[in-house]
Structure formats: C-alpha cells, structure tokens
C-alpha cells in the first residue's frame, strides 16, 4: 500500500497484517496467523467504529441498512488507467461471510464531461478523474460509479494494483493453482500483452497469472467469461494463500498495492474474521445483458434484478438462522 501511515510503516504490521482482501490475496492466511500467534481479542469492540463510506453513505440502500456490520472493498486492476478488473468484496462481520460482486468492465455509465463511445464504460471512470495522477481521486470516483450501479450501496476502502503487482503477489504466493478452461492465445503488441497459456490444470507464476485474468476473446460469454474466471482466480487464491508463506505474501502486498486502508484498520476487520474458510466467500454478477447504442457494444445493468441482489446480500443471516 503507498497510503502514508505510521501503522504501514510499522514493520510487524507490514508483516503479520491479515491483509482484508486487499487484491488477490484473500485475508485468511492473516486469520491463520492470528489464530496460530493468538492476536484474537486485541482489538476488540465494534468494528465498524469509526468507519465512514468513501461513497453512497447517502443513499436509500445505505439509509436501510443503517444498522449493517458490512465493510465494502472497491477492488481495481488497472491497466493504462482502465479499470479492466471491477469488484466489490463485502465482509460481514457479524455472519463471517464474504461476498464478491463483479460489475463488468463495458458496463454503460453515462460521463457528460467525456464524449465518445468508450468514455461511456465504466471502466473508463478512474483514467477520466485522473486516477494516473492521483490515485486517491480516482479510486473514489471509481467508487462513486460502482455504488451507483450497485444499488448505492456505501463504499468504505478500495484497492487498486496493476499489472506488475499481480506478478509480484502470485510469485510470492508461490504460483496459483488453477484449471484453464482452453488455451489461449493473443498478442497485442501496442498493449505489449503476449498470451499463452495451455488448457489444463496446472501452476501459473506472475507472469502467467497476468495473461489469465488479461484473456478475454476466446470466451463464448465474451467479457463475462472473463469475469467468471477472475472469480475462479479469486477462489483459487483465497484457498491457497492460507500457509505458512503468508508473511511474505502480506509483505508483497503492502509494498505494492495502493489502498485507503491504514494497517490498523485492517488487523481490526481482519481479526473478527477468525474462523472462515473458502465456504464463507460467495461470487456474483450484477445482472444485466449486452446490447449496442450509438454503434458501440455495452453491458446494461438490469436495475430491478441488482437491487433485489443487493438485498439479498446484505439480508443474509447466519447458516442456522437462515434454515429457520
């Protein structure tokens, strides 16, 4: 994280941090930690004490669920300012459970200020806040679109890396295990993006991890199959950071992903999470169809069917409760 704080620059934060999905790292090799090192309890009281929304701590949905013990994490990969990676992680930490909400990249959101077919993207957003220079602006501004398009659901963190930071991670990580679903194959030169992976099981290092998530025009769905297998990467990566490598991983993490989140804040979240697993962490997709306008190719969100998923989510109650 380059969030100026004197928590990040605490080397035993840096290390032994339970790194709240803070990008493709899940936060339970930090709850392992805890466990194993028996920090549970240090922080105790509420944890949404004293967290404010970045965005949509004004809308109706955030008026509704006033009483929420939600923490919302924007989840941005960027590449040449474009937000090609959107996802929203919402932990609640009173039922431990994690969901993950991917909003498509072509997503139509309408910028007055910016004319012109790709402008209207969604993933176009935090280049035109100026999210180059100012990473702060343009992650909120990012933030103030997706909770829009998410029912105005209120927005407290984000995390936003690049590609050289996915490498980085993955390699510190060790590789991620994962089924390629084909192979694949592009290049792109003006991108400087050469993929080529085989179809199968197997072990992806940074490099590679890189060109899987980067891989979108084999897909039958077109870019929705590259959401799924973003998801599946994330799964995969929540499940397999767990170890005894975490410290290194937590360490590459903080070193390299930019995010509004102070390292005390995430120890606090990350420790009311003791106890989860990959069965706790659920993925979705805000619904909606293509469909053209103006000659361009967009994502339109079905507003009805993401408000009732947005309820759903954050109506859920614990396992027990629910079978009731």
């Known amino acids: 994280m380059t969030t100026a704080s004197k928590d990040q620059k605490n080397p035993f934060l840096r290390t032994f941090l339970p790194a709240f999905l803070i990008c493709l790292v899940a936060f339970a090799g930090g709850l392992l930690l805890i466990n194993k090192f028996g ?33 919302n994490v924007l989840i941005l990969g960027q590449n040449q300012g474009l937000t090609d990676t959107i996802m929203l992680a919402s932990f609640d930490t009173e039922i431990k459970r994690v969901d993950l909400v991917s909003v498509p ?80 194959k592009y290049t792109d030169k003006k991108q400087d993006l050469y993929i080529n992976l085989k179809k199968g099981r197997q072990t992806l290092d940074g490099d590679q991890a890189v060109q899987f998530l980067r891989f979108r025009k084999g897909y039958n769905m077109g870019d929705l199959g590259r959401v799924k297998a973003q998801q599946s990467f994330m799964r995969e990566a929540f499940k397999q950071s767990i170890g005894l490598g975490f410290p290194k991983v937590a360490k590459t993490v903080m070193d390299n992903v930019d995010s509004n989140m ?31 306008r103006n000659g361009a190719s967009y994502y339109f969100v079905d507003e009805p069917k993401t408000d009732k998923m947005m309820n759903r989510i954050y109506s859920m109650k614990p396992p027990e409760e629910d079978k009731n």
């Open 262 to 292: 102070t390292g005390k804040l995430a120890v606090r979240i990350g420790s009311a999470a003791v106890g989860m697993s990959t069965k706790d962490m659920k993925t979705y997709m805000t619904p909606g169809e293509s469909g053209m």
């Open 105 to 184: 990249r072509d997503t139509y959101y309408e910028q007055p200020d910016h004319p012109g077919a790709a402008w209207q993207k969604i993933n176009s957003v935090y280049k035109g806040a100026g999210g180059m220079e100012d990473t702060d602006k343009g992650a909120v501004r990012m933030a103030e679109a997706v909770s829009e398009v998410l029912s105005g659901v209120p927005i407290h963190f984000y995390e936003v890396y690049g590609d050289d930071d996915i490498k980085k991670i993955v390699d510190a990580m060790g590789g991620i295990e994962i089924d390629v679903p084909m192979d694949m």
């Open 39 to 71: 920090f549970f309890g240090l922080f105790g009281g509420d944890v949404m004490e004293g967290i404010e929304p970045i965005a949509g701590g004004d809308s109706d949905f955030a008026k509704k669920y006033s009483d929420s013990k939600r923490v």
